[in-house]
């Protein structure tokens, strides 16, 4: 298994700005996986992209995935104070275990 | 149910106490994880369920964590001799499977906050 290394590590913009945040990883995956955090409870799922996929979108999220560069990429458009949480990534091959880096804690100032 | 349910959500101990933390994952899921996360921090792979698979259990920091889970379900996490480095929040998720091609989304409880005094 491998965990995704989020950056970077705190990301600090005003409302309605764009947040974009990497993930990097080592090996080859079947999917990588994007979750937030709020209040350090439990992990929301908020999108999956598959190897063969380039770029997903699901409402104000865009994820991109780089399978030649081993990195991913979560963009947060229109951002709102809602928004504020922890952010991480979760590369997965197969039935390997699900692991997460240090995460990216974003903060979304009125 | 209709999530994952972790019980209790708080817990406060006294050093040296044994606990123990309970997790219903989602019915039907064969995947099970635990996490712990210290304040701040990220998330610390503990142990994983696969089925009738043997746990993944390399991420368990010492031989007084243990986990079991009963009947592809309901799973509980044990800490003996608690020490104040235990405390943080110990977080449990399911997925459906984890087969070769799935790796579908895992669903996460809202954890058990543990404090040794």
């Known amino acids: 298994s491998q965990q995704g290394e989020e950056d970077p590590q705190a990301l600090s913009i005003q409302e309605g700005e764009n947040a974009t945040m990497n993930c990097s990883y080592k090996t080859s995956i079947n999917n990588l996986q994007w979750y937030r955090q709020n209040s350090g409870r439990g992990l929301v799922h908020l999108i999956l992209?598959?190897?063969?996929?380039r770029e997903k979108h699901s409402g104000r999220l865009r994820v991109t995935l780089d399978t030649s560069k081993k990195s991913s990429s979560l963009l947060i458009t229109a951002s709102r104070a809602a928004d504020t949480a922890s952010y991480f990534c979760?590369?997965?091959?197969?039935?390997?275990?699900?692991?997460f880096g240090q995460g990216t804690r974003l903060t979304i100032n009125p | 149910g209709a999530g994952v349910s972790q019980s209790p959500s708080n817990k406060v101990t006294e050093k040296g106490k044994d606990v123990e933390l309970r997790c219903d994952p989602i019915s039907g899921h064969t995947a099970l994880y635990w996490y712990r996360q210290s304040l701040g921090q990220g998330l610390e792979f503990l142990i994983y369920?696969?089925?009738?698979?043997?746990?993944?259990k390399s991420g368990l920091p010492s031989d007084r964590f243990s986990a079991e889970r009963t009947g592809g379900s309901v799973s509980t996490l044990t800490i003996q001799r608690t020490q104040q480095e235990d405390s943080a929040v110990y977080l449990c998720?399911?997925?459906?499977?984890?087969?070769?091609?799935?790796?579908?989304?895992?669903?996460f409880g809202q954890g058990t906050r543990l404090t040794v005094v």
């Open positions: 992209i598959r190897s063969n996929e």
């Open positions: 369920f696969q089925g009738n698979s043997a746990p993944d």
């Open positions: 979760a590369p997965r091959r197969g039935a390997q275990k699900l692991v």
């Open positions: 998720a399911s997925s459906p499977s984890g087969g070769s091609f799935s790796g579908t989304e895992a669903f």
